[in-house]
């Protein structure tokens, strides 16, 4: 929750309704909830200090003041994922709101985002999702209205391929993550291997800190092989399923792994078949887990 800055009273009407959408961009931004909700206390902290008169939208000057916030930090973000362990993904985050603007934005789109550059990724978040006009996106990134334009094409031409071709519904894929569940824990690889693309891939962000791939898994076999390790772990060492949840949008699990190690598994379905598979064991990332989940 935003804290009341200097004894203020709680947050403002105003303010209090643009939250949602406010930590949902800079999550998007940042790729941290964490530290999107440290933007927006942040922003929050603006907000009070500004001179009301001269804001006609308070939502749209929100989100610029976000939008600024969120570049600033991936300034020194971009140097820690430089020297980032291993594979990165997101914090996951669980069930976004029904109606929330940015619920098609899952967790292959995320990973999209994050290889544009900032000012491709606030252009095209702000104008493409938001529904901002080009102007008011040019005053947000600090661009002429044109390079806005270009900005944003560019990162639709980079961001098409990520976006889901083939949808699947959320009864349908966490039946699909309940099967998964079941053949991967029980060791039944046979069972497994029916419910795998071909070209499957394979993610495992444990950031330097606890066991994981140190690259992506490609390819059915090469995932079957890992997993059928993995079980003889799991018959030493139960796995103990939390519960079944929408991860980034994504149908998925989360488990409590021995020792005590919280763990989400997001699985992107694709005609019926896993087609890519993402686990956050990072400990630092899965801090808020047990409390979403």
Known sequence: MIAPCNGAAAPEPSFQES?????????RMLGSMAD?????QDAYARW????????????AFLRIVVTWLCLNHLKSARCRRETYIGPWLP????DPDAGDDLDDITLPLMMALERLSPLERAAFLLHDVFGMAFPDVARAIG??????????????TH??????????????GLKIAAAFFAASRSGDMGALRTLLADDVVATV?????????PEPLIGRDAVLVRHEARARDFARNSSRLVRYAVIDGLPGFVTVETPGLMQTTALQVRQGLVAAIYVVRNPDKTLRVSRDA
């Open 19 to 27: 939250r949602p959408g406010l930590v949902r961009l800079a999550y």
């Open 143 to 156: 661009r002429e209205e044109a390079a806005c334009r270009k900005l944003t094409s560019r990162a639709r």
């Open 91 to 94: 914090e996951p985050i669980f």
């Open 205 to 213: 962000d444990g950031g330097g800190k606890v066991p994981a791939s």
């Open 159 to 172: 961001l098409r391929e990520a976006r889901p071709r083939f949808t699947v519904d959320r009864e349908e």
């Open 36 to 40: 999107a909700e440290d933007v927006v």
């Open 48 to 59: 009070l200090a500004a001179d009301r008169d001269t804001v006609r939208e308070p939502a």
